[in-house]
């Protein structure tokens, strides 16, 4: 399918997907969104793509945020179908989707773009990124998941302190308070996210979506974290790569997993 807004590649069991309005800073409209989640539906049916890498175009910005001109004059009840929306069709599609998303923050990621990549995995930002949550200087809170992960991520305390100041932050700082998981020079940040893709994709997929699935469950009102992890520890035992796995190690030789 051709996308207006978005790049996809696919090679080696990786998909490269890229946001790609670089006059616009890459900022997420509602039709940004929709390519976006349309994509990666499709990715995600696709069996032999193992992980999926996600930046913006060019090297300012990996999402400058949510495109305002699209709901200046919004009312109330058009702000909670924005964020519903978004929310159902891109972040919680992300967070939950069965293939690790591994968020490749080349630049600006602010407000949506922040929340954008929180909704990922696993995040790695270029030395020169900020990033940050600053829409109570619009008026406004976030209303992609930001509230909820970025607790979840950094903790209460500098969640609120970050939210409240509505302050930019580096990428070293980000790294400091585990909002990235890694930080490197943006010639090498594709390569550094492609390292990390590859050590996931020599372990069991199916191992994985469970692992995915179980964490998630943590932060899921009214589900019992402990207990998914029994469910989804159980599953594996009657799966071919737990076969695979056992078999391998006791063989002392490396699991093939298809």
């Given at each position: 399918m051709?996308?207006?807004?978005?790049?996809?590649?696919?090679?080696?069991?990786?998909?490269?997907?890229?946001?790609?309005?670089?006059?616009?800073?890459?900022?997420?409209?509602?039709?940004?969104?929709?390519e976006l989640s349309s994509c990666i539906k499709e990715i995600i049916q696709n069996k032999e793509i193992k992980c999926v890498i996600l930046t913006g175009a060019e090297k300012k910005a990996f999402v400058a945020g949510a495109d305002i001109k699209e709901f200046s004059d919004f009312n109330k009840m058009q702000g909670r179908n924005l964020s519903k929306n978004g929310q159902d069709k891109l972040f919680n599609l992300i967070e939950n989707s069965p293939i690790p998303f591994i968020?490749?923050?080349?630049?600006?990621?602010?407000?949506?773009?922040?929340?954008?990549?929180?909704?990922?995995?696993?995040?790695?930002?270029?030395d020169n990124a900020k990033m940050g949550l600053p829409e109570v200087s619009l008026g406004v809170i976030p209303g992609y998941g930001g509230t909820q992960r970025l607790p979840q991520i950094v903790g209460k305390g500098i969640a609120l302190e970050m939210i409240t100041t509505a302050k930019m932050i580096s990428a070293e700082k980000a790294l400091s308070i585990g909002l990235v998981n890694q930080v490197s020079d943006q010639e090498n940040l594709i390569k550094s996210c492609v390292d990390i893709a590859n050590k996931i994709k020599r372990n069991s997929s199916t191992a994985i979506t469970n692992a995915i699935k179980s964490i998630n469950a943590c932060y899921q009102d009214g589900v019992d974290g402990m207990e998914s992890e029994i469910n989804f520890f159980s599953d594996c035992f009657e799966t071919e790569d737990f076969a695979e796995g056992t078999k391998a190690f006791m063989e002392k030789r490396k699991p093939n997993f298809n």
């Open positions: 051709n996308y207006k807004n978005i790049l996809v590649q696919n090679s080696d069991q990786i998909s490269y997907l890229t946001i790609n309005r670089p006059k616009n800073l890459n900022s997420l409209n509602n039709e940004t969104i929709s968020a490749a923050i080349n630049g600006f990621a602010l407000g949506g773009g922040l929340e954008l990549a929180m909704s990922c995995h696993i995040r790695v930002a270029s």
